[in-house]
Every structure is written in structure tokens, then in C-alpha cells.
T-cell receptor, first 115, second 112 residues
């Protein structure tokens, strides 16, 4: 079946540094990728939608200059958390959809801890 | 806008007992409906999905769900719960090619 690989699975960084999270579709072309954030004991909240080759669309309240999303190819989307702060510590999950699929495939998530 | 309600934040059942987790959605048309399970610190695992057709959907691990249009519900059921089923369960709704909207989740504890 389709697989979405997300890397790294966990990362610890110092406050003020930037962190890049990668989301790859391994056996299909992902025309659309979605990035979610999940705080402890809470649900998944959509952060942004990215379509290959175009700018991401951010949900209300999500700072586009802080959470940089790049979807430059049909198999890779990246989320960069710039100038990370402790309040950015969260679980980030990507999901991907191909052109012929109604179904979304999810990565295994990235646990970000900012110290 | 779509919304998903999981009214039960936390449920505890005894091992071997039956389980029903509730999910209600608010949407004008028939959306795509999903149930996911998440173990602590892990990603999401799809249990089952409903797009159209038979309203009783079978999933993995012995789970099933029934779509009831009149009640805007998609409740998840399992006839006999195992200790390994303890986890967080999320109902999600999708429309077309848009992102999924998730419910707030139900944490399941299983007593021995």
C-alpha cells in the first residue's frame, strides 16, 4: 500500500534555532500535502495545505513566516519551524494525497521539543 | 464548515466487554468518514473508512462502524475489547479533496 515517510521522528532543538521536517510519499505522487499539529492530549489541527509547485495555504492563526512549507516536488514536502520557541513543541504530522486518490495517507509524525 | 464531535473524552471498559465510541458530524452532504487509532507518541493508524455504499463498514482489528445518515453519526464498535485496544481514537470527516477534520478524540482504557 501507499506509504508516507516522515523524518525525523523526533527532534530536540534549542530556542531560536530552526528545524526542518520532511514528508515523502514513497510509492505515489502526492499532489497535495497537509500539515497538522497535535498538542499533548489534544486532537490534530490542520496548519496548512500545500499543492505541488504552488504556495501553501495556511489556516487562520498559523504564522506563515514561522512555519515555512515547501512542496517543490510530487514526492516531497517540508515544514520548517523557524526561530523555534518552547510553545512550538508539539507533534507534527503530514498527510499526502495523490491525483487519483480520495484517501489520505499519514506519516508517523515528528515530535518536536524546543528547550 | 465541517465539524466532528466525539462526546466521550474518556471511556473505560473491561477486557472482553463490548465497545461503542460515538461520533457525530455536521455537514450538508454525505462526507467521507474515518476512524483512526493512535497509541501514545505514535502516528495514526486507519481502522476503517466510509465513502459510499453499505453503511456498515468492517475494519481492521475486529472494529466496525455504522453510518447513520438520519443521525449524522458514525459510531465505532467492537464486540470484545482486548487490552491492546487501549489508545486514543479519532473520528475524522473529509469532503472531496480537502483535508480531514478530526474530532477531539476518545481515550480508551481497558481494565483487566
Amino acid at each position: 500500500g501507499a506509504v508516507v515517510s516522515q523524518h525525523p521522528s523526533w527532534v530536540i532543538c534549542k530556542s531560536g534555532t530552526s528545524v526542518k521536517i520532511e514528508c515523502r510519499s514513497l510509492d505515489f505522487q502526492a499532489t497535495t500535502m497537509f500539515w497538522y499539529r497535535q498538542f499533548p492530549k489534544q486532537s490534530l489541527m490542520l496548519m496548512a495545505t500545500s499543492n505541488e509547485g504552488s504556495k501553501a495555504t495556511y489556516e487562520q492563526g498559523v504564522e506563515k513566516d514561522k512555519f515555512l512549507i515547501n512542496h517543490a516536488s510530487l514526492t516531497l514536502s517540508t515544514l520548517t519551524v523557524t526561530s523555534a520557541h518552547p510553545e512550538d513543541s508539539s507533534f507534527y504530522i503530514c498527510s499526502a494525497r495523490g491525483t487519483d486518490r480520495l484517501f489520505l495517507h499519514f506519516g508517523n509524525g515528528t515530535r518536536l521539543t524546543v528547550t | 464548515a465541517q465539524s466532528v464531535t466525539q462526546p466521550d473524552i474518556h471511556i473505560t471498559v473491561s477486557e472482553g466487554a463490548s465497545l461503542e465510541l460515538r461520533c457525530n458530524y455536521s455537514y450538508g452532504a454525505t462526507p467521507y468518514l474515518f476512524w483512526y487509532v493512535q497509541s501514545p507518541g505514535q502516528g495514526l493508524q486507519l481502522l476503517l473508512k466510509y465513502f459510499s455504499g453499505d453503511t456498515l463498514v468492517q475494519g481492521i482489528k475486529g472494529f466496525e462502524a455504522e453510518f447513520k445518515r438520519s443521525q449524522s453519526s458514525f459510531n465505532l464498535r467492537k464486540p470484545s475489547v482486548h487490552w491492546s485496544d487501549a489508545a486514543e481514537y479519532f473520528c475524522a470527516v473529509g469532503e472531496g479533496r480537502r483535508a480531514l477534520t478530526f474530532g477531539s478524540g476518545t481515550r480508551l482504557q481497558v481494565q483487566p
